[in-house]
């Protein structure tokens, strides 16, 4: 079992920026992965970021070279660095963490973005 709770949503104006916490506790030991997706008002969730326990990371094409994640060397915190935000970045952000071997996947509750004027 793994518990993930989200935090340092809110509202941000266009172009500003905002950090985003992910504080990991359970068997994260046995975590192949982690990311953030995230779902706006009608539409399904996406993938923002994904960081795998190597290290690697893969980002969707929209927040490129805006966004950045990271994680702490315990694999306890994960963190999604946004900048240059734009209108269409408003959403519910999700952290996900996945379990070696299985598959399974754990998610978040949630925490809301949103840029607006």
């Known amino acids: 079992q793994v518990q993930l709770v989200e935090s340092g949503g809110g509202l941000v104006q266009p172009g500003g920026s905002l950090r985003l916490s992910c504080a990991a506790s359970?068997?994260?030991?046995?975590?192949?992965?982690m990311g953030w997706y995230r779902q706006a008002p009608g539409k399904q969730r996406e993938l923002v970021a994904g960081i795998k326990r190597s290290g690697s990371t893969n980002y969707a094409n929209s927040v490129k070279d805006r966004f950045t994640i990271s994680r702490d060397n315990a694999y306890k915190t994960v963190f999604l660095q946004m900048n240059s935000l734009k209108r269409e970045d408003t959403a519910v952000y999700f952290c996900q963490a996945r379990m070696i071997g299985s598959g399974v996947d754990y998610w978040g509750r949630g925490t809301q973005v949103t840029v607006s004027s």
């Open positions: 359970g068997s994260i030991s046995r975590l192949s992965s």
